[in-house]
């Protein structure tokens, strides 16, 4: 994905927001997504090309659908797993953000 302007496909606190809504589930359903992401006022075009990119029909592996959201909203891949780590860390803000190395 193209990095697309933040004004028009959210920004990384809303990825966070959309991420501890749905962390509980390694699965989501489409459907369910659809409206957490319409609910934060996201643009469903952005939705759906991430959809189309991870060939996500039914349900999401909810960790791979947020791998490849956080590459929309980067320039290239060393920013978007920054932000990935940033977003999954149970660490302080500002602090190294790390994950553990089993989690994907």
């Known amino acids: ?3 697309v302007s933040t004004q028009s496909t959210g920004t990384p606190g809303l990825l966070t927001v959309l991420h501890k809504q749905l962390r509980v ?3 989501v359903p489409v459907q369910e997504l659809k409206t957490k ?19 996500f029909v039914a349900n999401v592996n909810w960790l791979n659908f ?39």
């Open 37 to 55: 992401w319409s609910q934060l006022s996201l643009p469903s075009d952005r939705l759906d090309e991430i959809l189309t990119l991870g060939n």
């Open 66 to 104: 947020l791998a490849l959201a956080c590459t929309s909203l980067e320039s290239n891949l060393t920013e978007a797993v920054t932000l990935l780590c940033k977003i999954l860390t149970k660490d302080p803000e500002g602090g190294p953000a790390r994950i553990p190395y089993d989690l994907f």
């Open 25 to 27: 589930q390694e699965t």
């Open 1 to 3: 994905l193209a990095m």
